[in-house]
């Protein structure tokens, strides 16, 4: 069973040119507020991914190749804790941000 941190990190490693610079700051926005209820992060993450439609077109894909991927439907579990999600988002935008310069300068 797949979260959807999972297939928005699948998509990155595919297609990382549909993560442009607005793509990791809006992904860099949403990280601190993800919820931690499964049910809750999907509906977040997809929520987040409509304002994207490369992404979200994607996500709709393998969502539905996948058959089995936590979207919220139903309110399946997921093995995949709230610290794993997060730590997948996180290396996506880790090198984006390492690459920014720092708003202390």
Not at 3 to 26: A, D, G, K
Not at 62 to 90: F, M, W, Y
Request: aromatic share 6%; net charge neutral; charged share 30%.
């Amino acid at each position: 069973m797949r979260t959807i941190c999972q297939e928005i990190h699948e998509i990155h490693q595919n297609n990382p040119e549909f993560f442009t610079e607005e793509v990791y700051v809006s992904l860099d926005n949403l990280l601190p507020n993800l919820p931690n209820d499964p049910k809750e992060r999907s509906d977040v993450i997809a929520i987040w991914a409509k304002e994207y439609p490369q992404i979200y077109k994607e996500l709709v894909k393998i969502s539905s190749r996948a058959n089995n991927a936590v979207r919220g439907i139903g309110g399946v579990k997921s093995p995949q804790t709230p610290d794993k999600d997060k730590e997948l988002l996180e290396n996506i935008v880790r090198p984006y941000r390492d690459k920014r310069p720092s708003k202390d300068k």
